[in-house]
């Protein structure tokens, strides 16, 4: 059985940092494009940055400079380094993973909230 399993959130202040992890575990043959998306209150869930199994990586505009998203293929783990955080950031952050097990579809880790004060 596939999982996807965030880390790493938590509450800071504004200009913080901190550091999302999403682990993959289960009989995994391959892992594609990785992703991180985030919903805030009130708001419809959004892209806030991908990476392709090469490395290629997308962000959304409102973290471009502040965001980095990274993975480690050989544990199966992705992560999200945000700095210079801002209140607009709050969200409960989950995780994405285009993979091939048994069968290829995507997988959704359980989220991990994210609370910026001011």
């Known amino acids: 059985q596939v999982q996807l399993v965030e880390s790493g959130g938590g509450l800071v202040r504004a200009g913080g940092s901190l550091r999302l992890s999403c682990a993959a575990s289960g009989s995994i043959f391959r892992i594609n494009t990785m992703g991180w998306y985030r919903r805030a209150p009130g708001n419809q869930r959004e892209l806030v940055a991908f990476?392709?199994?090469?490395?290629?990586?997308n962000y959304a505009d409102s973290v471009k400079g502040r965001f980095t998203i990274f993975r480690d293929n050989a544990q199966n783990t992705m992560y999200l380094q945000m700095n210079s955080l801002i209140p607009e950031d709050t969200a409960v952050y989950y995780c994405?993973?285009?993979?091939?097990?048994?069968?290829?579809?995507?997988?959704w880790g359980q989220g991990t909230e994210v609370t910026v004060s001011s």
């Open positions: 990476i392709t199994s090469s490395g290629s990586t």
């Open positions: 994405n993973a285009d993979l091939m097990a048994s069968v290829r579809r995507v997988y």
